[in-house]
Structures are given as C-alpha cells and as structure tokens.
C-alpha cells in the first residue's frame, strides 16, 4: 500500500515537472538570431522548431547580403559602389530592378528622397567618424549632381551611368528592400516571424502573443528600448505581412559650435531638413514603401501632400513633433495605445 | 468495482495533486525568471557568451577581443567601453529586461537578453 503511494507520488512529480518545463518553454517556442549586414543589426524571431529556423535565418541573411552586395555604397563588391567611384559600372538585372524600384518609388513622392544625394552625404559625413558641416559652396556644389533625372539605369546593356560628379546613396531604401528580400525567404514557410532591421519591422504570418502583432514605437527623447507608444495590427487571416519603418532626427546627429545637424537631408536644400517633427513611422505593405515614405513623410512634414502619399501606397503613419505630440492617421487610431502620459495628440485637421 | 475505483481516487490524491501544481507553479516561476534574464553577447552573430544575469552577484567586465568592453552587474548588462567614435553603445544605458538589446556597430558587437518580455510588445520600431 505504501509502496503504491510513493510510486503514484513519484509519477505526479514527474508530471509536475514536466508542466513547469512545457509552461516555461510556451513563450519561448521561437529560435532568435541576430546577424550584422549593411551596419546594422538584423534580428529574426522565429516561431519554428530550431532546425527549420536556422534554415530559414540562413535564407533570409543570405537575401539580405545579397541587397548588400548589389546596392550598398559602402560594399567595394557593389555596383553601386564601383559606379559611385568611377561614375559607371556594370550592373546585374536584380541590381537595375531594385534601383528601377527605387526610382519608381522616389517619382511618386516627387523626388523627395532620393537616392542620388551620394555627393551630398557624403560632404556631411553623417555615417562616418568625422561628420561636419559642409561650406555653403560644397552643398551647392554637392545639390548639382542630385536628381533622378540625371541617372540613367541601362537595362540593354546592363549599367549604371552617372552624370558628372554624381553619386548613389540607397541608405533610405537600403532596410526597406532587405526586409522586403526577408519576406521571399519567408514567404513559403508557415510558421510566423519577427524580422526587425536597425529599426524597421517585418510581422510575417499568425500573431504570437494575442490576436495581434504589438509593435512599440521608440521613444524619440529616451533610449533605444523606450517606447511612447504601442500599436497593435490585427490581421484578417493567418498570412499577414506588415512592415514598419521609422525615421527620426535622433539618429545619428553631431553638434558642431552649438548647434545640433541631423542625418535626414533634403535633396531640395542639402541640409537637414528643417522641421518640427522628430520621428515618423510608416505601417505599410512592403518594405521599400514603407522605408521611403518614412524619410519622405518626415522631410515633406505632415500636410496634405504627405497624407495623400500615404493613402495612395495604402499606408499609414505615426508623427511626432519635438513637443511630444503625435498625429495618428485614420486606419491606426483603433490600433494605438499610449503608453506615456506626457505625450499629447497633435492639433492638425487632417 | 467499487473497491478497486476507491482505490484509483482516493482523498489523499487529491492532497498530491494539490502539492504536484503547487510545486509546479514555483518550479514554472522560477523556470520564467531565469529565462528572463539571460543575456548574450554577440559579436559579427556568433555568440561569444551566455549569462544568467540572476546569478550575477558583483559586477564585472568582459573584455572582447576587438576591444569593446561589457559590463555584466547583477541582473543588468551594458556597454562600458568602446573605441567606437559616436559611442551609441554607451549611450544605451543599462538593459535590465527580456527583449532588451544594444549594439556597437562599428565593433559589430551586440548585447542582448533573450527571450521575449511577456508585457513588452513583439517588436520596437525606431
Ligand atoms: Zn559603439
């Protein structure tokens, strides 16, 4: 009898056991991985058993080096690069399309990015050791090269021409078609993914911890891991794909005899563009849209032009201004919650 | 019949059972806090290190090969030096939650706690 007890105590410990090791791992069914591509950090939250998530972080890093090899300024590999120090180069198809695209995109929003600013970051350093402010006679030097106008992407003979003096910088579009690459490596899989790179965001699939995907914005006056606010993106099935992309002055900025430049230009002046918003995210469908149109949106400024944007890629978006005041669009006033008090909403008739 | 059933359900299993979940419910407890505080160090994606930051009782420095410099306290983990120019990885401050990640890219090193805050959101955009 005894015996009997202590073996039904025995098995309902190891029952225990077994409960608290499968109610410890249920939020933990997902394989984290964490690469460097394009100075950046790309993390992919995976919620597949780990070999399957190993092969799939494997496909999307090597989608994402592949946007670095073919359009990154800084990769000697690029034809973006060899092109930018030699004023041509030869370039594959998947390198033309993706700059098509980007051109495409850029025409729309009326040139207010653009990827021929090369001469212009470059003057202003922003992503080197040495950012300064150029002479006012380097800018305007440096604002004659910019214009799509004056790149010529040969698709017949596979090149890239540039006028004289010009230079391409994809920085702006760069993370946007990386996760847009991450989403093909995706794309046939079932299982869901968080794919964040340097601060843009893939949500690919079923939701993980609720009915929705919670994204948090950062908090554009507190650190990296600060959030304002939260939005929570519901999707209509199980095959949802949202991308988010967020453009802030708070991102690389140098001070220079007293006085604060940040990294966002405008094509138009070839300074920082000057403006009361500091940060504006953009929910889109695909990853190029969504990165333009942050940096479009934020050099634009919130107006009626910049709205139309939005609502023409079907996209919406999140403003805050350097009084800690936010303006939501419609398709995200049910999907925000605030999470702190000292911001206010913004007073704009949209 | 009735005998044998007695047998199968009896008062004092109830009383195991109780027990069983109780310790369940400690042994989960601590299970989540753990997992909660782990933190990695990565550098250009492979990972260096992996710490249980709850274990930690006095701060120390990790100093990496390509000079970066972590330092690991009691449940928080936090760049302390860095050849880098814009010392971004400085500025981060201290990360003391699941989900919680800093990087110094110029040293393509990165630090993080792993696993996902259960109030945190699935992602931050910014
Ligand atoms: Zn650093």
Redesign the interface.
Known sequence: MKKQTLRRAAALCCAALLLAGACSGCGRSFTERTAFAMGSVLTARIYAPEEQAEKLFGRITDGVNGVDRRISATNPDSPVYAANHTGSSNADAYTLNKLGDIVMVCNILNGTVDPTVGALTELWGFSSDTPRKPTDGEIQAALETVGLEKLLLDDVNGSIILSEGQKLDPGAFGKGIALDEAYLALHTATYSAVVTFGGSVLLFGAPKSGKSWTVGIRDPFKGENDSFATLSLTPDDDNYVGYLSTSGSYEKNFTENGVTYHHILSPETGYPVETDLVSVTVCAGGGLSSDALSTACFINGLNETTLRWLKSFGAEAVFVNKDKQYYITDGLKDCFTLNDDSFSPMDHEG | MKDKLQKIVRP??LI??AA??A???V??AV??HL?GTTAQI?C??EVIATIDLSAVKEAYDVTLDNGVTVRVEPGAICFAASDC??LLCI???K?T?AG????C??N?T?I?I???D?R???????
Request: charged letters at 20%.
């Open positions: 004092a299993d195991v059972v069983v979940l310790v369940a419910a042994l989960w299970l989540a997992t990565v250009d994606g120019a814009n500025h981060a401050g990360l939650r919680q990640s800093a990087a890219l110029p393509k990165l993080r792993t696993g996902r259960r945190g959101p699935d992602a931050l955009t910014g």
